[in-house]
């Protein structure tokens, strides 16, 4: 081959196939394959060179640079490195753009493609000489090198950043009638507080009260109010307690005062009350529209005459999925520690729901060996009542139901 007369025909395809016209009528087609997403920068690129003849270019190393410029002419060259030993089989070459020597706008990266449009400029040396080829643009691909930027770019690199992200952190969202009670970074950090500052709730005008984990003490009565849902983390991670207790069987000496068509869930209620009575759970005059599921309840204060994890008042009230305990009251065959306790007062023949749950009174906790020498214990104590049982365990101390 006439070294002096070559022409190169250098392929290559940006998605797609393109054919450029050059001076001298040679031509040049441009493949930018890939770009890789992480470290190094580096952009597949592959060509053809052949004379003007379509004879390719003899089998060897030659020296190639290639450039990156603002325009497909003048403009600002914004990278450029030279490789000094491509091979080329057969007219054939491959080469990795930002592997080379780098001279300008060092290494390639996301800022070479800061711009809207990019071009590319390539030249080859041969024995008679370097040959320089017309720009080609740059299609979406090496463009992707920008995205990694988005890594690590901080949040004041941002525009059109929502208000509630401004500090990385998601702290504007707001749903409607949802109330979060934590720790801290809640809307409250008291259960009773978050049920009192709800007024309006209806079977139109529902509301979840989220409890996020931690252990929440208690003095006020937490009252769960009709068409309200209290959703704790589960029994293991959210825990309500008081030591509420009173002379009387009543939400006076209760830790959580169920209403009708109220709901409480995934969450343990304890209450710790050494006086007369302690309750964990209470309800009166409900329907089993009110749910207790999936909660752990515990009257476990030391002392006391009367532990009722559950004290059901003329109440129907549903509990299923949960475990009931009661211990500590003292009196043989006197006092009661009872896993759920239901009272006929106004009239009617309330009859609870009572599924896939434990009943357990005695010495010890949710032990289903519930036999001890106390006297006290019953897993259930039923006054002019006829709670509906299904698929439970009922263990008392002293005796199973009374």
Same mark, same amino acid.
């Given at each position: 081959m006439n070294k002096r007369a070559v022409s190169i025909i250098l392929l290559a $395809?940006?998605?797609?196939?393109?054919?450029f016209a050059l001076k001298g009528g040679r031509q040049l087609l441009a493949e930018v394959a890939d770009v890789s997403s992480g470290a190094p920068s580096l952009i597949s690129?592959?060509?053809y060179l052949a004379d003007s003849g379509g004879t390719p270019l003899s089998n060897g190393n030659y020296a190639m640079s290639f450039a990156i410029y603002t325009a497909s002419s003048g403009g600002t060259k914004v990278w450029e490195e030279s490789q000094s030993s491509v091979a080329v089989g057969g /007219?054939?070459?491959s080469v990795l753009l930002g592997s080379g020597s780098c001279t300008t706008g060092c290494p390639l990266g996301a800022s070479t493609f800061s711009g809207t449009t990019r071009y590319l400029q390539t030249s080859v040396t041969t024995g008679s000489g370097t040959t320089t080829f017309p720009r080609q643009q740059l299609a979406a691909v090496p463009f992707a090198l920008q995205a990694t930027e988005a890594q690590t770019m901080a949040w004041s690199g941002l525009t059109s950043v929502p208000s509630g992200f401004a500090d990385g952190t998601?702290? #504007?969202a707001t749903y409607q009638h949802v109330v979060t009670v934590a720790k801290s970074g809640g809307d409250f950090t008291s259960v009773a507080s978050a049920m009192n500052s709800i007024t309006d709730s209806s079977s139109t005008n529902r509301y979840l009260v989220r409890v996020m984990p931690g252990v929440y003490t208690e003095t006020s009565l937490v009252t769960v109010k009709s068409y309200v849902h209290v959703q704790g983390a589960g029994p293991n991670a959210t825990v309500i307690t008081s030591s509420r207790s009173s002379s009387t069987p009543s939400n006076a000496s209760a830790t959580v005062d169920l209403l009708d068509n109220g709901r409480i869930s995934n969450i343990t209620v304890r209450n710790t009350g050494a006086g007369t009575y302690g $309750?964990?759970?209470? =309800?009166?005059e409900t329907s089993r529209d009110a749910v207790v599921d999936n909660v752990e309840a515990e009257a476990i204060g030391a002392g006391g005459t009367g532990h009722y994890a559950a004290y059901w008042n003329d109440a129907e009230a549903t509990i299923r999925n949960s475990s009931l305990f009661a /211990? #500590?009251?003292v009196?043989? /065959?006197t006092a009661v520690n009872a896993g759920f306790g239901s009272v006929n $007062? =106004? #009239?009617g023949f309330p009859q609870a729901l009572i599924e896939n749950s434990k009943l357990i009174g005695g010495s010890n906790n949710f032990a289903e060996n519930c036999n001890d020498p106390t006297g006290t214990g019953f897993g259930m104590q039923l006054s002019n009542s006829s709670p509906q049982v299904r698929y439970t365990y009922i263990c008392g101390g002293h005796r199973g139901i009374a």
């Open positions: $395809i940006v998605f797609c196939l393109g054919v690129y592959q060509g /007219g054939y070459f998601d702290d #504007g $309750i964990a759970l209470y =309800s009166a /211990g #500590g009251a009196g043989f /065959g $007062i =106004s #009239g």
